[in-house]
């Protein structure tokens, strides 16, 4: 039985990426606007989500999009940037197309850039 899994590394301040909130969404019919929210979690301590955002019969083959209020994050930090932001929210879109795999979705995060990979 597969899964979703996610967490969060701030690399500016060289920490987890606590408390930043996260959505899960499946797009629309074609890969449209009209997207379906799937869940809705925040980090813990750990940057790390407390519990999967999908497991089991929920997990299904198709594309996803996580979206991780970076914004709101540093904010926290004090880091007060002019609006617009350059990084206010990352949305991460991605394909599962074997849901009996576990899917690691990480976020290396800054006010100015990210990475993400596949992990195990």
Known sequence: ????????????????G??????????????GHNRIA???TRTNADGRCDSPLL????FEAGEYELVFHAGE????????????????RVA???GVNDPGQNYHVP????????TTYRGS
């Open 1 to 16: 039985m597969g899964r979703l899994t996610t967490h969060v590394l701030d690399t500016a301040n060289g920490c987890p």
């Open 18 to 31: 606590a408390g930043i909130r996260i959505e899960l969404f499946r797009p629309g019919v074609g890969g």
């Open 38 to 40: 799937v869940a809705s």
């Open 55 to 58: 497991q089991g019969t929920d």
């Open 73 to 88: 994050y540093f904010s926290s930090w004090g880091q007060h940037d002019a609006e617009p932001r350059f990084l206010n």
């Open 92 to 94: 991460i879109r991605f």
């Open 107 to 114: 976020l290396l995060l800054s006010p100015f850039s990210y």
